[in-house]
């Protein structure tokens, strides 16, 4: 299994199966605008697991795909990261990341400098970053995310949908509560302070006024939700901030 396996880790929309599916067999996902070519080989992962990463996930740049911001990933940023671990070939992992950019499924990337050093920037681009997260059962954890860190991008409002998928990958793996999946997206940089949760569901609005329980403010052990992260004020579209870096205004993807 090793050599040509890896796990997918995804902190996005591709926690959940159906998107992911797009992007193996082709097609168009529930609530996007874009139709995805899909991968040389179509198989479903051999496996998905709830997983969690250390660092933080935000939403930032536009998504024409999805209207509003895209998750990402910053390893040296504190908290958790929810996230769901797809078995997956090599080449489905490489076909994914091209989609993720627009370029043409159909080569095997190089991932020998990302499994020796634990990360690879193979472009400029918002996906063309690698990220190695460890490895299970003897096999590697690999991840793409943006090739800046969090707080050199302004943040960005999700949308709706994009969040449906999210949430719905998150309970779909199992590994956390609905409210606690719900609380985590509604606390994210980008997300915080637009959307807000009700009787335990997403809804737009102000920051959460609930009280706070414990699983939301302290530390905690591993595969349990991630803690907010502490004073990371959202910045609305628009607003003063940093500009976006290269790679962040290019073709649009999911």
């Excluded at 992992?93 to 993720?100: L, T, V, Y």
């Amino acid at each position: 299994m090793g050599a040509r396996t890896v796990w997918y880790v995804s902190y996005g929309s591709n926690t959940h199966l159906a998107r992911l599916h797009r992007y193996l067999a082709g097609g168009r996902p529930a609530g996007g605008a874009r139709e995805y070519p899909g991968c040389r080989d179509a198989t479903p992962p051999a496996r998905s697991v709830p997983w969690e990463l250390p660092g933080t996930m935000y939403f930032a740049t536009h998504s024409p795909v999805w209207g509003g911001g895209r998750a990402f990933y910053d390893p040296a940023a504190p908290g958790r990261v929810l996230a769901r671990a797809h078995l997956v070939t090599v080449g489905q992992f490489s076909d994914i990341a091209a989609q993720e950019m627009y370029a043409a499924p159909g080569r095997d990337l190089d991932l020998t400098r990302v499994l020796a050093t634990g990360r690879d920037r193979l472009g400029p681009g918002r996906y063309e970053t690698l990220v190695r997260a460890g490895s299970l059962d003897g096999v590697p954890l690999l991840t793409f995310t943006a090739p800046w860190a969090m707080a050199e991008v302004p943040w960005t409002v999700p949308s709706a949908a994009y969040l449906d998928h999210l949430a719905a990958g998150l309970r779909e793996a199992g590994g956390w509560r609905d409210a606690d999946i719900a609380h985590y997206l509604a606390g994210r940089p980008g997300a915080a302070g637009h959307w807000t949760v009700r009787d335990g569901a997403l809804v737009p609005g102000g920051p959460d006024r609930t009280p706070a329980s414990p699983d939301r403010t302290q530390a905690a052990p591993d595969r349990t939700p991630c803690p907010r992260t502490p004073g990371a004020p959202t910045r609305t579209p628009g607003a003063a901030g940093p500009q976006a870096p290269p790679g962040a205004a290019d073709r649009p993807d999911g």
